[in-house]
Structures are given as C-alpha cells and as structure tokens.
C-alpha cells in the first residue's frame, strides 16, 4: 500500500468513525427530550447523573430483551451485579429482560409468568442451552375482588384480574426447601402473597429482591415475614421509565447472624 492512498483512506475512516459518533450521540439526545423531565432530573442530580447515557439508551424500543436486564432502579442494579456470581440459584415471579439477564449470567433459573402471550415471546428467545424452568401459571377463578395488599388474598390491584387469584402463581415456590435460593426476584402479581411464600426460600446471605416498594401497600402486611431481612432501599431512575421507583432489596444474614435494627 502506498503512503499516498493510505492518507486519504485513514482521513474518509476518521470522518465516518466521527460521523457514526454524531449520529450516536443525536439519537441519544433525542431520545432524552422524549424522556423530557425525567432527563432532566437525572442531569442535576448527583446521585442519578451517572446512569444518564445508560437511561437514554434504555428508551430505544425493546431495549430490556435487546439488552436484558431486571427491570430494577439502577442502584439496585449496581448492587445486584455486585452480588452475582456464577451457578447461582434464582426465582423469579414475572418474566422478560430479566430470565435472559440470568441465563448471560450462567445461573439457573425458575420463572414464572401469568400472561401466555408474553411467555411465549420470552419463550422463543431463551436459547436451547438455557438453565430456566420456565412456567405458565394463569392466575384461577375466585370470588369476589379480594385485598391486594393482603397476602392471603393472593389478589391484583389490575381490573383485568378482578375476580381472579394468584394462589398457584405464588406457591410455585413451595417446590423447593428452606433455604434453597440466592436470589429472589418478586416484579410479578400479587407481590404481598409472593412475599409470604418466598421468604423461608431465601438462602443465608441471599437476596429478596422487591419492585416497585413506593407503592407501600407490597410491604404494609408482610413485616412479619421481612423481619429476619436487611432492607436496603434503592430509590431513584432506572430503564425505560422517565420517572423514579424505588426498589428494595432485603439480605438474609449470614447462618447464625440477625438483621441489624
């Protein structure tokens, strides 16, 4: 190759790796003034400012399976990715990003989801080699509308489930013994009578990990069966949304320890 062809070829791929960069950082911006206040916020607060470019290209469509993920606050991202570590056990009520998040992650997996459509899309995206017992438990008829904060009720705040129970989606995890997973993960139905059945399911040192916990009603009734548990709330921004949540993720002790007070 001649110095004098390279010159020009290294200039035209200088200008279309500047130009790629462009084009990147335009769609980037575009997507913040759909995300509007919410991108706004993130900017001038300290705390949310670093997950600003990871939160603008979570609103591309998709973006959860493209690039799988729980659908946690970032915080209470951080800290699980801290937490993971190969051959891990989880649980998980409500699927998508995060039962491919796991499978990347090399542990094994039980999912549980109640909407058919939606199983069967994450279905076909699981590859063959995936360690994921994945299971479609509808939700069963039943009297009356019942108290969704109550977890003997095993009722949805949803209208689509009025008339309906979660019972059978939340016990999938009376399976299993004491003890036996690292990490669970509630961001389905019913997450009160979720909480009450996989609690005793959580390992020593392992994590029970609950979505959307500003809506106080998850946690009002199930103290009892969170009190052996470190909370650790994670409140702030995460993907797609253009608004803050909180996540809370509770520890069990080490064998032998209690939670501090």
Known sequence: MSLRGA????????????GDARHRTIRLL???????????????SPTQRPYLLRFLRSRAPGYL?????PWLTFGALEFLGRRLRRGMRIFEYGSGGSTLFWV?????????EHDPAWFADVLRRLPSSATVDYRLVEPEPAEGSGDPAEPD???????AFRGRRFRRYAAQIDDFPDGHFDV???????????????APKVAAEGLLIVDNTDRTYYVERTSSYLA?????????????????????????PAAGEAAPR
């Open 30 to 44: 575009r997507r913040g003034a759909r995300a509007g206040a919410g991108a706004a916020v993130m900017l001038v």
């Open 65 to 69: 399976l493209a690039a799988p993920s």
């Open 228 to 252: 052996p548990f470190e909370p650790r709330r994670f409140e702030g921004f995460g993907p797609v949304n253009a608004y803050r949540w909180e996540t809370t993720i509770f520890i069990r």
């Open 153 to 159: 009720d095993y009722a949805s705040t949803s209208a």
């Open 184 to 198: 669970v993960l509630i961001d389905g139905r019913a997450r009160p009578s979720c909480i009450k059945h996989a």
């Open 104 to 112: 990347r992650a090399d542990a094994s997996c039980v999912s549980v």
């Open 7 to 18: 010159a020009p070829r290294a200039a035209g791929a200088a200008r279309r790796i500047a």
